[in-house]
């Protein structure tokens, strides 16, 4: 039972375009969210994350949007440029009460490709 | 500041063959984590470490063994390999269970 679900396998826009990525969660209890990056053949890399009393956290090109009602999240890249091509994993967990509730649960990803 | 590595990148192993990924990371962090990669799936947690001589179950650690003698090296021990720990192995480090993780390359696994 996936607690954290990306549902597009892939995305594919233009450069200088808006790159929208999405991730839903079944589990009320996680408090906690991350955006990773990753290019083949790499480990992932830590893109952006937000805490579930906030509803949006910005950073340069990558803003993530929260909303907790629909359990749901977004990545938006804006301007999308070339080199943001990767799969784009979201990650969540529970609480700050240590212990394997803390630790992150990922879904799937979503393999962005940005277009010349 | 070399971050998390690990070795070796690729490995080819036969049914029932054991062997030891090695992961070490300089950055004094007291968390490390060991996650599988299948194609076309998420990281899934094989086994995590607190610190030094503690270490706990992930949602998949049948079939792997673990030990954190030191706060920088947490090896990934497959005792048996079978076909279906054909995967990517990352590990990765945070300083603390909430802090970011940084991950290692990777090594892939075939076991044939």
């Known amino acids: 039972d996936q607690q954290v679900k990306q549902n597009s396998p892939s995305l594919s826009v233009q450069e200088g375009r808006i790159s929208i990525l999405n991730c839903d969660y079944t589990n009320s209890m996680f408090d906690y969210f991350l955006w990773y990056k990753k290019y083949p053949a790499e480990g992932p890399t830590f893109l952006i994350s937000i805490s579930s009393i906030k509803d949006k956290n910005e950073d340069g090109r990558f803003t993530v949007f929260l909303n907790k009602s629909a359990k749901h999240l977004s990545l938006h890249i804006v301007p999308s440029q070339p080199g943001d091509s990767a799969v784009y994993f979201c990650?969540?967990?529970?609480?700050?009460?240590?212990?394997?509730?803390?630790?992150?649960?990922f879904g799937k990803g979503t393999k962005l490709s940005v277009k010349p | 500041n070399a971050g998390v590595t690990q070795t070796p990148k690729f490995r080819i192993l036969k049914i029932g063959q054991s062997m030891t990924l090695q992961c070490t990371q300089d950055?004094?962090?007291?968390?490390m984590y060991w996650y599988r990669q299948d194609p076309g799936m998420g990281l899934k947690l094989i086994y995590y470490s607190v610190g030094a001589g503690i270490t706990d179950k992930g949602e998949v650690p049948n079939g792997y063994n673990v030990s954190r003698s030191t706060t920088e090296d947490f090896p990934l021990r497959l005792e048996l390999a079978a076909p279906s720990q054909t995967s990517v192995y990352f590990c990765?480090?945070?300083?603390?269970?909430?802090?970011?993780?940084?991950f290692g390359p990777g090594t892939r696994l075939t076991v044939l």
């Open positions: 990650a969540a967990s529970v609480g700050n009460y240590g212990g394997s509730q803390g630790n992150l649960i």
């Open positions: 950055m004094n962090h007291n968390y």
């Open positions: 990765a480090s945070s300083y603390q269970q909430r802090d970011t993780q940084y």
